[in-house]
């Protein structure tokens, strides 16, 4: 299960960074989680996005798979990469998955007052502007978005208070690991057997 795990290792930290804050989102906690998706939204960090990512990582593992299994029918795999992307989405992307627990830390550190304070900044006029521009913003200009993001993350905490959410997030996310690893495994080698496969390392081997 080396490649299983392999690739289930990569697409956690592919994930874990799509939902990091950096520029490159009347306070109530009922209004808070609502705000923080809408930060995601405005940061590129949706769940469609991530559902979009996940599935790209099924067509490379089925990839990778066909490689070390060439023997094995094509719809095999595929039905395996099908299957492996499925795991994947009810584990990011679950009611309890690993999505909803990093949104979860920025409800831990952040207010809604805070989160306002990253809406205004992406959904400002600058902020716009240096989005549609990439790569063609003078120096003066990038400056001046460093500075104003700066403003909001002085204002809500300094740069300490990112260094713990980045922390709790890779904590939250090793956790994750440890716990969901092997029910991926379990619940993919089940699948494979339906179809008249086991895994024996990283072969397919009929039964």
């Known amino acids: 299960m080396k490649l299983v795990v392999k690739m289930f290792g990569f697409v956690l930290i592919m994930l874990a960074i799509s939902v990091s804050i950096k520029p490159t989102i009347a306070y109530s906690v009922e209004k808070i989680e609502p705000k923080i998706y809408q930060l995601l939204e405005v940061t590129g960090s949706t769940k469609s996005s991530m559902a979009a990512n996940i599935n790209k990582i099924g067509s490379t593992f089925s990839s990778s798979l066909k ?4 023997n094995i029918p094509d719809d095999i795999i595929n039905k395996c990469g099908e299957r492996y992307s ?6 990011f992307l679950g009611e309890d998955g690993l999505h909803k627990q990093l949104v979860m830390v920025y409800k831990k ?12 900044f992406y959904q400002s006029k600058l902020w716009q502007n240096a989005s549609k521009n990439k790569g063609k913003l003078s120096k003066i200009e990038a400056d001046q978005v460093k500075t104003e993001f700066q403003k909001v993350v002085d204002a809500t905490g300094g740069q300490s208070k990112q260094d713990a959410i980045k ?12 716990s969901s ?16 496969y086991k895994l024996d390392g990283d072969k397919m081997v009929k039964l």
């Open 167 to 178: 922390q709790d997030m890779k904590a939250k996310t090793d956790q994750f690991v440890e």
């Open 181 to 196: 690893l092997g029910n991926a495994q379990n619940d993919l080698n089940k699948y494979m057997r339906t179809l008249g």
């Open 109 to 120: 550190y952040y207010s809604e007052k805070d989160i306002d304070r990253y809406l205004q």
């Open 67 to 70: 490689k070390i299994n060439p």
């Open 86 to 91: 499925q795991i994947l989405s009810k584990l």
